[in-house]
Nanobody
Framework: QVQLVESGGGLVQTGGSLRLSCAASGIFFRLNSMRWYRQAPGKQRELVAAIIGDGTTNYLDSVKGRFTISRDNAKNTVYLQMNSLKPEDTAVYYC????????WGQGTQVTVSS
């Protein structure tokens, strides 16, 4: 059974940090691109960060220098370290896998208060 389970969301003040985790099961984790998306109320879902098997990453321009995506292939887990958070980062954050297996997590809420 394919499953992606996010954790680590919450409420934080402007300038604070959060670390999201996404534990994967039932997929060929190391062969998939892993991504973090977010969707704010009334807005379209957008790609925040992505990482492929060799560790190559890319980021949404507005989070470059603040967010870091990483993966631990031994633990089938992808992370999103979010620093210097801003109110505009408030959204539901989703983990997703693409490649051999396409799957989405259920989402975790991140709220940044001003």
């Amino acid at each position: 059974q394919v499953q992606l389970v996010e954790s680590g969301g919450g409420l934080v003040q402007t300038g604070g940090s959060l670390r999201l985790s996404c534990a994967a099961s039932g997929i060929f984790f190391r062969l998939n691109s892993m991504r973090w998306y977010r969707q704010a109320p009334g807005k379209q879902r957008e790609l925040v960060a992505a990482i492929i098997g060799d560790g190559t990453t890319n980021y949404l321009d507005s989070v470059k220098g603040r967010f870091t995506i990483s993966r631990d292939n031994a633990k089938n887990t992808v992370y999103l370290q979010m620093n210097s958070l801003k109110p505009e980062d408030t959204a539901v954050y989703y983990c997703a896998s693409f490649g051999l297996n396409t799957a989405w997590g259920q989402g975790t809420q991140v709220t940044v208060s001003s």
